[in-house]
């Protein structure tokens, strides 16, 4: 009697072990792939409890959530011939459990492998001001290189990728620099030359309306001696009219032009005649 308690009591205990080991959590970030004798069961086990044969069964739970990776920088040739190095981070995530466990031994090493000979090849393809003042365009390539072997054989989606940092070289530094420089310099002579040209415009139309109204003129005469004597200087500047230096000219050439004399004995004499 005892012995068959014994089994009995054994034989619970085992069951129990076996329904403990079959019970299995998977958590809300997580998707299981269950191997029945080293095959892939159809479909993912979803978040929650979930049973598998004991012995028979082995699941494997994959994260869905979104990875980062710090892709190290890379040195390249640009398409102008620049030496740059590189950097970048690639965010994925899986989006077919079974075929990043099935296909790929390790999913984060291959797309870090894959996002490192893309980034080389991308910046090969693109010249230096492209890659320093597009860098959403190369981001957009990058993106698409990197997917384009992953997301279908192994289940992994590229959801973004971003240049993080572009090394150049220290001579290629001083040049932009330079470059630089001399553009400011030229936008500032062609801001001067524009002012220079719309003040001439200005003071023309300005000539044009006081030569048609005399009266403007003597205004801004007036004011020109009421903001000089407003400085308090001890010397008094008085612009002096070109009508009016012109009407002392004219005057003065009448002035100093040969008085007639009449000759009075050709004058008498010719009275005499007349007589």
Do not use: C
């Amino acid at each position: 009697m005892q012995t068959w308690q014994s089994v009995l009591v054994g034989a619970v205990v085992v069951l129990v072990l076996l329904g403990l080991g079959s019970i299995r959590m998977v958590q809300q970030y997580e998707r299981g792939v269950v191997f029945r004798f080293g095959r892939v069961l159809p479909g993912v086990r979803e978040p929650g409890l979930r049973l598998i044969v004991p012995i028979a069964d082995r699941m494997q739970k994959v994260s869905v959530q979104v990875i980062v990776l710090s892709v190290p920088g890379q040195g390249a040739i640009t398409r102008d011939n620049v030496t740059v190095q590189v950097d970048a981070a690639v965010y994925f995530k899986v989006v077919d459990p079974v075929k990043a466990i099935v296909n790929v031994r390790d999913y984060q090493h291959a797309v870090s492998q894959v996002a490192q000979t893309s980034l080389r090849t991308v910046i090969g393809r693109a010249d230096l001001d492209t890659l320093l003042s597009d860098r959403e365009r190369i981001s957009a390539e990058l993106k698409a290189v990197i997917d384009e072997p992953t997301e279908q054989p192994w289940g992994v989606r590229i959801e973004l990728v971003e240049l993080k940092d572009i090394a150049l070289p220290e001579t290629m530094k001083r040049s932009m620099s330079r470059q630089a420089e001399a553009e400011r310099e030229r936008r500032a002579r062609v801001i001067a030359a524009d002012g220079e040209f719309q003040a001439s415009t200005r003071l023309a139309d300005a000539a044009r309306a006081m030569h048609a109204t005399p009266g403007a003129f003597q205004l801004r005469l007036l004011q020109t001696v009421s903001d000089v004597a407003a400085e308090k200087n001890s010397t008094l500047v008085m612009p002096f009219p070109v009508e009016l230096l012109r009407f002392f000219d004219h005057a003065a050439g009448h002035i100093a032009a040969p008085v007639t004399i009449p000759d009075t004995a050709a004058e008498l004499h010719g009275h005499s005649d007349h007589r």
